[in-house]
């Protein structure tokens, strides 16, 4: 077979592909025998029809597509092969000669990875974003959900079901689950203001079917002393300490991504970084399919799915540029060796197994992404080595505002958040008494 390769854009090339005559007629007659096989003509046993009759019933030419989308779909990966090429989309193929008894020549357009000429990153600069700090209000976030999780489940006699109580309901099979009311769920809204015994008819994701409310649940939540008791630290403010530690980690990590891609987008600003056009529209109608599944895409609207494909362009632009980095740095690569031993380190920091974690990474057919994910860091954090990172500009003071009229009666004070005004604090969680009671069951958010 012969194939011809000729770069058409810096992004696409063009195969020129030949099959042999030799290879066609042999096409041509083993589909001649299948649908011999299938056409039944008095007279005729199957397999024995005459070609010409089968054209006549048929019509001249009657396997002349089917000839051409196998060869094609046999030529493909073996033209791919030969020019050693790695498509980043499906190939568009173009038929340029066929007839029987002669070479059957089509054209192969090829997105494949863009040749990316990348400035000297020493020469870009980069101002870091502030480091971040725990507010009291993400502290207060976890320990309220750490008090859900350590709650006691105490029946409600009685009343309507509430935001932040635990819903007991029946599903269509007769199983039980117990469901935590939270702000934001849907489910949660058609539950609300429901009493135990009820039958509620509930519509989820163009879904209409009915839950029984079998029981409402109050949150017997734990004071701080007990909470910290229960996950084994020495007090309140180990506790605290703890939570804080955790957040701390978790907000750098997320500093040290977004330092990352900031530093690729100031490298892609400067080169030129195309975006294969059939790749692009694959990659958009993939995620609007994942979001039409999901229920979601019904509410974007023009200037929603623009936002969209936007963002979509600016993901796929990264992808390339961090491929096209990695194929120009070897370094970048992991070995075996390399990422056997990354595996390991991966599963100590998570306390697992190393043969169960790469058997679980395995199971789930993310071993590659797995190790796509950590050459695209090793990228990224030479990248950030080389750049020149500066310190984040100083916040100008606020002006102050000229004086406004007076508020209306009952309104929040100026500089206030409305919804303070708005919210009684929550009452302090009551000690608990000293019989014992049953413990919260794993609890379901909706």
Known sequence: MKVEAKETSSSTVTLSVEVPAERVAQKFQQLLREVAQQVRIPGFRPGKVPRRLLEAQLGEGFLNDDVQAALIEEAVPAALAQAALRPLSRPETRVVAFEEGKPFSFELDVEVLPKIDFPDPGTITVEADPEPVPSDADVERVLEELKVQHATLL????????????????????????????????????????????????????????????????????????????????????????????????????HKQRTRYKVLDALIAQAEVPVPPRLKEEMLQHELALLERSGRVGALDDDDRAAYAEGAEQRLRREVALESLKRQVGSLRLDDDAFEKLVQTEAEAQGVNPVKFKAVLERERSLSRFRAQKEDERALDLLVSRVQLTAPKAKAPAKKKAATKAAPKGAAPKGEKAESAAKPKAPKPKAKPAAKKKPAGKKETP
């Open 155 to 254: 029946p409600k006699d009685g009343g309507k079901a509430e935001l932040g109580e635990v819903a007991v309901v029946a599903v269509g099979d007769g199983e039980e689950r117990e469901l935590l009311l939270s702000e934001g769920s849907e489910l949660s809204r058609q539950l609300v203001g429901h009493a135990a015994g009820e039958d509620v008819p509930v519509q989820l994701d163009e879904q209409e079917f009915t839950l029984t409310l079998k029981a409402v649940k109050q949150l017997d939540k734990p004071e701080l002393d007990d909470l910290a008791q229960a996950l084994g630290h020495d007090g309140e403010a180990a506790l605290l300490e703890s939570i804080k530690s955790q957040l701390q980690q978790r907000l750098n990590q997320e």
